[in-house]
């Protein structure tokens, strides 16, 4: 954070009312006329979101060639997985805090990991299980037994199929390969579409059918979410980092990315930002790898990302109103490697260690205006404070029984009613003058921050401005292990 910005934030906007309270800057003027209706999520895209956690499992020949990308003319013969354990994937999943999995069914080299009858460039005619083989049934299989949700990658770009490029032929294609999917698997929780569209085996790019591929989903998953750059469920945050913006609202404008693989310069930032001002409800999902490869590279064992790189991660994603899907891929002999098992025990024992005891429970909180002030330490989602409908400002006030030292806060808005609030302050309180301590744009399903620690008995969270009525569902503070941030951490 740019402590110099937060200090000018905090006095332009701290002159104090009656009682020591903040006046907010449009406090004393006329109430803003009650917003029209905001965007808000449905109950798949909420259930998503709370989630938090998801894993990528990328597979396919890249796995036995060391490529990034195949190019499809890798023979069905070199998979060969040998021990290949769905159930390790899941179990080390399910430990780790993760809700679901996506699996890449097909990326773009075109090779299936399920008996398709759609192509011969399929497990069918692999060595694995003597052709009889179906990763996609182990996995859906494996999921359902660690309660874990199951999604699928699909990637329309298919750089084998002889009718890619073709239009109509190659579109039937893919609708098939999708249906098969999407019926002979059970319920199937995310789909996930790559944007890339390159050219396919006869030199030609295909035109993808969207409308007709997501009328597919919907009519056979109804209760599936679709990902891609342009939804229509959840959106690409716009990198590979597992970098949201700091910035992060979940609604976005549908025609400024209008198809998936929209590759404009400026698509990153509006994937990033989104828009306060969007019509439609569309949260960012953060895709990043434990490695720096999507597919197992033996060279890469040393290169997994150490268990505080997961956590910065996790801040970057989750603790910016977006989903970490994290990939961790098998190697060849179809097991995750013992490397990116210890590092994902590390992450959960790191998140564990941080987020193991609210220090606010047990206060008292007073507010601006509304009722169910206290709701806002409850952990339930579900129930939250709601300032005066007409309200656009205000702020709540936590009163504790003693004096605690904390280095991480967490904010969630109530977003089942959408998400309206632009920017905000925290302060504590240190004796005899409130400090500040955060500062934020957004807020969202969740909004973490860290501080070096801070030793205070009340503290307060200012909504300077919001474009519906300020709803806040958590507010909560957490000693993590020892260590000192510094100003300006959350920035780099
Ligand atoms: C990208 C693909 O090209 C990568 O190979 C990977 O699958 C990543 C998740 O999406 O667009």
């Known amino acids: 954070m740019d402590r110099r910005r937060f200090l000018l934030a905090g006095s332009a906007t701290a002159a104090l009312g009656a009682f ?13 006329p009650v917003a029209g209706p905001r965007p808000r999520p449905t109950p798949q895209q909420l259930r998503w979101q709370r989630d938090e956690l998801a894993m990528f499992v990328h597979l396919t020949v890249n796995t036995f060639t060391g490529k990034e990308w195949g190019d499809g003319t890798e023979s ?10 769905a159930r390790q994937w899941a179990r080390t999943a399910k430990q780790a805090g993760f809700r679901s999995m996506i699996l890449t069914a097909k990326h773009h080299d075109g090779f299936c990991l399920w008996p398709t009858a759609t192509t011969q460039h399929s497990v ?7 052709g009889h083989g179906d990763v996609v049934r182990e996995f859906t299989d494996a999921c359902r037994a660690e309660g874990l949700g199951a999604g699928l990658y699909l990637s329309p770009w298919d750089r084998n199929a002889p009718s890619y490029g073709s239009g109509a032929a190659y579109n039937d294609f893919y609708i098939t390969q999708l249906t098969e999917l999407l019926t002979h698997y059970g319920k199937i929780v995310e789909v996930w ?6 050219e396919g085996p006869n030199g030609r790019k295909q035109a993808y059918d969207w409308p007709r591929i997501h009328a597919t989903v919907r009519k056979l998953q109804p209760d599936a979410v679709m990902f891609s750059d342009a939804g229509p469920d959840v959106r690409w945050i716009g990198d590979e980092q597992g970098t949201a913006g700091e910035t992060c609202w979940s609604s976005v404008d549908p025609a400024s990315v209008p198809y998936p693989g929209y590759d404009r310069p400026w698509a990153g930032d509006l994937l990033g930002h989104g828009d306060p001002h969007g019509s439609t409800w569309r949260p960012g999902e953060s895709d990043v790898s434990i490695r720096p490869g999507w597919f197992w590279h033996a ?7 150490t268990p505080d790189g997961l956590m910065e991660l996790y801040f970057s994603s989750v603790g910016r109103n977006s989903k970490l899907l994290l990939n961790v891929p098998p190697n060849r002999d179809g097991l995750f490697e013992p490397e990116d098992i210890a590092a994902l025990q590390g992450f959960t024992k790191l998140r564990t260690q941080r987020f193991a005891t609210d220090l606010l429970q047990g206060g008292t909180v007073r507010a601006s205006s509304g009722d169910a002030t206290q709701a806002v330490l409850d952990p339930d989602p579900d129930t939250h404070w709601s300032a005066a409908p007409t309200a656009r400002n205000g702020w709540l006030e936590i009163a504790l029984p003693r004096a605690i030292e904390f280095d991480t806060l967490e904010l969630g808005e109530a977003i089942a009613l959408g998400q309206g609030i632009a920017n905000y302050r925290v302060e504590h309180w240190d004796g005899s003058a409130w400090q500040p301590l955060t500062w934020g ?4 399903h ?6 070096d620690p801070v030793r205070t008995s009340k503290l307060r969270v200012l909504l300077e401005f919001a474009y519906a009525t300020p709803r806040l569902a958590r507010v909560a503070a957490y000693r993590g292990p020892d260590r000192r941030y510094g ?3 959350d920035e780099k």
């Open 193 to 198: 579409f790559d944007g890339a569209n390159g």
């Open 124 to 130: 069918k005619n692999s060595p694995w299980k003597n």
């Open 76 to 85: 069905p013969t070199i998979f060969n997985p040998r021990k290949l354990d």
């Open 487 to 489: 100003p300006g951490h």
């Open 441 to 444: 744009t957004t807020i969202g």
């Open 446 to 451: 969740r909004k973490l921050a860290r501080f």
């Open 20 to 32: 020591g309270l903040p006046r907010l800057g449009r406090a004393d003027a006329a109430p803003l």
């Open 299 to 305: 060279e890469q064992n040393d290169q997994v990302r």
